[in-house]
C-alpha cells in the first residue's frame, strides 16, 4: 500500500466516461491516493477525455499546456491521459507531449494503478492501449458502490456495433458486448440495499442490450426485472439508438411506473439522403413514428436528441428537414454540433465542400428554434407541482436543496438535508435556462 498521494482528475464527454472516473477514483483510492479539487500540489493528475468531437479533443490539448508549468516546477508530477483520446492517439500522444507520462486507452482503466506505479518507481513514460478480448472484458465490469449517493449510473453494456459515418466509438470504446443480467440485477439490490434510489442504466447503444448473447434477456426485460427490485423508486437510461428501440421496450414507459418520462433519442439529421450518408439504420419517418407511439404510450415523455449540423454534403433543403423535425417533436432540450471531421470514420473521406459561414449559419438557425422551443417548455412548467427526488444540497447554496424532475430537469428550492432521498412535490416559481427554482408543497410530507 502506498503512503497516501494526492490526484487530480478532470472528466471531459459523456455520461460513460463519468462512470470510468468514478472507477478511477476508487482504483486510486484503493492506491493510496487521495482525490483533491485543484491541480495545483497534486502528484498525480489525469484526464479522462473524449475524441467524439475534433473540440473536445483540441480542448485535451489545451488543458495539458495549463498543466506544463506545474511539471516544470515539480518534474515529479505524473501527468497522464485516459479515455477516448488516449485510445485514439496511443504513443502518439508522449511523442506530440514531452511532459506527458502516462497514456491509458479505453480499456485499460483496470490497469491504471499498475501503470502508475511504474512510472513512479522506473522514471519511464508508458502507454497502454490494447483492446480486450470479449472473456476479458466481461471480467471486468466494476460493481459500483453507493457512498452516500441517492442516485448512480450502473454500465449494462459497452462498446458499438453501428458504426455510423461520422462516429469513432467502435474505434476508441470497441465491439459492442453486454454485461450479465444477473450481475447487473445483483448490483443495483445491492446499491437500493444501500438507500440508493434511482439508477440510470448506461451504454453507449442500450437499446442493443443482450442481442448479440444467445439466451440474454432483451433490454426492455431487464428493465422489467430492475423494476421488480425493492428500494429503487426511479429509472432511467441512456444512450438510445433510434434503430433498436423496439415496440417492446416502447411499452415500458407506458408499464414501468419507475420508468422516468424523459428519453434522449439522438436523430442526428432529419433528412432521409443525410441519414443514410451517416449510416444510422433509419429514416425521418421511421423516427417520426417511433416518437408518436412513445407519445401515445405516455403522453407526458419529454425527449432530448444530438443533432448535427453541416454533415459533408448537407443542403439547405436537408438542413430545412431538420428543422422541420425538430418542429414536429418539439425537443425540451437539443446537444447540437457541428460536423468535425473525425479520422479513420468513413465520413473523413466524403468531400466536404460545404462553406464554413453557410455551416455556422445554419447552426445558429438550428439553435434559435430550439431554444425558442425550450422556453415554451420552461416557462409551460411555472406554477406547475412536480415530484422531485431530491439528491443533496443545492450548488446555488443558500440552504437550499436540488433534486430532478421525471423528465431528468433540476429543481432548486429551500429545504432540510433530511430530504435527501426522497421524492417530495415542490411549485415551480421560476424558470431558468438550465434549472428550475421551486418551493416545497405545504403540509404534502
Same mark, same amino acid.
Given at each position: 500500500?502506498?503512503?497516501?498521494?494526492?490526484?487530480?482528475?478532470?472528466?471531459?464527454?459523456?455520461?460513460?466516461?463519468?462512470? !470510468?472516473?468514478? /472507477?478511477?477514483?476508487?482504483?486510486?483510492?484503493?492506491?493510496?491516493?487521495?482525490?483533491?479539487?485543484?491541480?495545483?500540489?497534486?502528484?498525480?493528475?489525469?484526464?479522462?477525455?473524449?475524441?467524439?468531437?475534433?473540440?473536445?479533443?483540441?480542448? %485535451?490539448?489545451?488543458?495539458?499546456?495549463?498543466?506544463?508549468?506545474?511539471?516544470?516546477?515539480?518534474?515529479? =508530477?505524473?501527468?497522464?491521459?485516459?479515455?477516448?483520446?488516449?485510445?485514439?492517439?496511443?504513443?502518439?500522444?508522449?511523442?506530440?507531449?514531452?511532459?506527458?507520462?502516462?497514456?491509458?486507452?479505453?480499456?485499460?482503466?483496470?490497469?491504471?494503478?499498475?501503470?502508475?506505479?511504474?512510472?513512479?518507481?522506473?522514471?519511464?513514460?508508458?502507454?497502454?492501449? !490494447?483492446?480486450?478480448?470479449? *472473456?476479458?472484458?466481461?471480467?471486468?465490469?466494476?460493481?459500483?458502490?453507493?457512498?452516500?449517493?441517492?442516485?448512480?449510473?450502473?454500465?449494462?453494456?459497452?462498446?458499438?456495433?453501428?458504426?455510423?459515418?461520422?462516429?469513432?466509438?467502435?474505434?476508441?470504446?470497441?465491439?459492442?458486448?453486454?454485461?450479465?443480467?444477473?450481475?447487473?440485477?445483483?448490483?443495483?439490490?445491492?446499491?437500493?440495499?444501500?438507500?440508493?434510489?434511482?439508477?440510470?442504466?448506461?451504454?453507449?447503444?442500450?437499446?442493443?442490450?443482450?442481442?448479440?448473447?444467445?439466451?440474454?434477456?432483451?433490454?426492455?426485460?431487464?428493465?422489467?426485472?430492475?423494476?421488480?427490485?425493492?428500494?429503487?423508486?426511479? =429509472? /432511467?437510461?441512456?444512450?438510445?439508438?433510434?434503430?433498436?428501440?423496439?415496440?417492446?421496450?416502447?411499452?415500458?414507459?407506458?408499464?414501468?411506473?419507475?420508468?422516468?418520462?424523459?428519453?434522449?433519442?439522438?436523430?442526428?439529421?432529419?433528412?432521409?439522403?443525410?441519414?443514410?450518408?451517416?449510416?444510422?439504420?433509419?429514416?425521418?419517418?421511421?423516427?417520426?413514428?417511433?416518437?408518436?407511439?412513445?407519445?401515445?404510450?405516455?403522453?407526458?415523455?419529454?425527449?432530448?436528441? *444530438?443533432?448535427?449540423?453541416?454533415?459533408? &454534403?448537407?443542403?439547405?433543403?436537408?438542413?430545412?428537414?431538420?428543422?422541420?423535425?425538430?418542429?414536429?417533436?418539439?425537443?425540451? !432540450?437539443?446537444?447540437?454540433?457541428?460536423?468535425?471531421?473525425?479520422?479513420?470514420?468513413?465520413?473523413?473521406?466524403?468531400? *466536404?465542400?460545404?462553406?464554413?459561414?453557410?455551416?455556422?449559419?445554419?447552426?445558429?438557425?438550428?439553435?434559435?428554434?430550439?431554444?425558442?422551443?425550450? /422556453?415554451?417548455?420552461?416557462?409551460? *412548467?411555472?406554477?406547475?407541482?412536480?415530484?422531485?427526488?431530491?439528491?443533496?444540497?443545492?450548488?446555488?447554496?443558500?440552504?437550499?436543496?436540488?433534486?430532478?424532475?421525471?423528465?431528468? /430537469?433540476?429543481?432548486?428550492?429551500?429545504?432540510?438535508? !433530511?430530504?435527501?432521498?426522497?421524492?417530495?412535490?415542490?411549485?415551480?416559481?421560476?424558470?431558468?435556462?438550465?434549472?428550475?427554482?421551486?418551493?416545497? %408543497?405545504? &403540509?404534502?410530507?
Amino acid at each position: 500500500m502506498y503512503m497516501e498521494k494526492t490526484f487530480y482528475l478532470e472528466t471531459f464527454g459523456c455520461q460513460m466516461n463519468v462512470v !470510468d472516473s468514478e /472507477r478511477i477514483v476508487d482504483l486510486l483510492n484503493g492506491a493510496g491516493y487521495r482525490q483533491v479539487e485543484a491541480a495545483a500540489g497534486a502528484q498525480l493528475i489525469l484526464l479522462n477525455t473524449c475524441a467524439v468531437r475534433d473540440k473536445a479533443e483540441r480542448k %485535451v490539448y489545451g488543458h495539458l499546456g495549463r498543466f506544463k508549468p506545474l511539471k516544470d516546477e515539480n518534474p515529479a =508530477i505524473i501527468l497522464g491521459v485516459g479515455g477516448c483520446v488516449a485510445q485514439q492517439e496511443g504513443e502518439r500522444l508522449l511523442e506530440k507531449i514531452g511532459y506527458l507520462d502516462l497514456v491509458f486507452g479505453t480499456h485499460n482503466v483496470h490497469k491504471l494503478p499498475e501503470l502508475v506505479r511504474n512510472v513512479e518507481e522506473n522514471r519511464t513514460r508508458c502507454h497502454e492501449t !490494447d483492446f480486450l478480448d470479449r *472473456d476479458t472484458r466481461l471480467q471486468l465490469f466494476p460493481a459500483r458502490t453507493a457512498g452516500d449517493a441517492t442516485t448512480r449510473f450502473v454500465t449494462v453494456m459497452q462498446g458499438c456495433d453501428n458504426f455510423c459515418s461520422y462516429c469513432v466509438v467502435p474505434l476508441v470504446r470497441g465491439r459492442e458486448l453486454s454485461r450479465p443480467s444477473g450481475e447487473i440485477l445483483s448490483e443495483i439490490g445491492a446499491l437500493s440495499e444501500s438507500g440508493v434510489k434511482e439508477v440510470t442504466l448506461i451504454g453507449q447503444n442500450v437499446n442493443s442490450y443482450g442481442c448479440k448473447e444467445d439466451g440474454e434477456l432483451s433490454f426492455a426485460r431487464l428493465l422489467t426485472e430492475v423494476h421488480a427490485i425493492e428500494g429503487i423508486e426511479r =429509472i /432511467r437510461f441512456t444512450t438510445s439508438h433510434p434503430k433498436d428501440l423496439s415496440d417492446e421496450l416502447i411499452d415500458c414507459f407506458g408499464t414501468l411506473d419507475k420508468l422516468c418520462h424523459h428519453l434522449h433519442l439522438p436523430v442526428q439529421c432529419g433528412s432521409n439522403r443525410i441519414l443514410s450518408a451517416m449510416n444510422r439504420g433509419y429514416t425521418r419517418e421511421q423516427y417520426l413514428g417511433k416518437v408518436r407511439r412513445l407519445k401515445e404510450v405516455c403522453p407526458d415523455i419529454r425527449l432530448t436528441s *444530438d443533432i448535427i449540423v453541416g454533415f459533408p &454534403g448537407e443542403t439547405e433543403e436537408d438542413f430545412n428537414d431538420t428543422l422541420t423535425l425538430m418542429e414536429e417533436v418539439r425537443y425540451t !432540450d437539443v446537444f447540437s454540433f457541428l460536423y468535425s471531421r473525425r479520422p479513420g470514420t468513413a465520413a473523413a473521406d466524403l468531400a *466536404d465542400d460545404l462553406d464554413p459561414g453557410v455551416r455556422q449559419g445554419r447552426f445558429d438557425r438550428l439553435l434559435a428554434l430550439q431554444e425558442e422551443t425550450c /422556453r415554451q417548455w420552461r416557462e409551460g *412548467d411555472i406554477g406547475r407541482e412536480l415530484s422531485v427526488l431530491v439528491e443533496g444540497e443545492s450548488r446555488q447554496g443558500n440552504g437550499q436543496m436540488f433534486g430532478r424532475t421525471t423528465w431528468n /430537469r433540476i429543481v432548486n428550492f429551500e429545504g432540510g438535508k !433530511d430530504l435527501v432521498g426522497t421524492i417530495v412535490p415542490v411549485r415551480i416559481v421560476k424558470a431558468y435556462r438550465n434549472s428550475h427554482l421551486g418551493e416545497l %408543497v405545504p &403540509g404534502s410530507f
